[in-house]
């Protein structure tokens, strides 16, 4: 049984890329699910824009509201299940993706999908994204478990 952990970040937008180097030597491993929560606005893109462009690759993050999936380089995936549902994600084979060797990041996942990966023995990570009115910065909540 591996121990969970939560930690903290308090992450403006300038240094977004610290925090997603130090969440990457957390992670340690080429290959892991990043399911991220938070509300509308809160930063879920931005911060897959800054994971695409750590790994130096230049492509066009966008929010895969239509597309469902959107794929950068050889191996950084990126889900949003906030219009198709997570039943219709499921349906169209989307949960089988997670096997790919890669790093998986999810916008809008939830804990039906967390407790589903679970079952289905994928571990993953929950990054909850906490942003209050009137400030510049978020709180990235970064754990191994789904935090409620
Ligand atoms: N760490 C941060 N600190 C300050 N501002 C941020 C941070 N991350 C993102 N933002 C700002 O928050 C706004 C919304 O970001 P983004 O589009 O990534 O949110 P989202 O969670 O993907 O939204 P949606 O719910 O529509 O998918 C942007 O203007 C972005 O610049
Ligand atoms: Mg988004």
């Known amino acids: 049984m591996i121990k969970k952990f939560v930690k903290k970040f308090k992450v403006s937008e300038q240094v977004i890329p610290k925090a997603i180097s130090e ?27 800054y994971f695409v462009e750590y790994f130096d690759l230049n492509d066009n993050v966008t929010s895969p509201t239509f597309t469902i999936q959107n794929i950068y380089g050889a191996n950084i995936f990126h889900y949003d299940i906030y219009q198709i549902g997570l039943n219709d994600f499921i349906k169209l084979g989307l949960f089988e993706m997670f096997s790919e060797k890669g790093y998986h990041l999810v916008e809008w996942a939830n804990i039906d999908l967390a407790t589903m990966l679970k079952r289905y023995g994928f571990d993953f990570f929950h990054i909850k994204i906490i942003a209050n009115q ?12 789904w935090q409620i």
């Open 23 to 49: 969440i990457l030597a957390i992670i340690n491993s080429p290959s892991a699910i990043i399911l991220l929560e938070g509300d509308l606005g809160s930063g879920k893109t931005t911060f897959v824009k």
């Open 134 to 145: 009137d400030t510049n910065y978020r709180i990235y909540q970064v754990s191994n478990e």
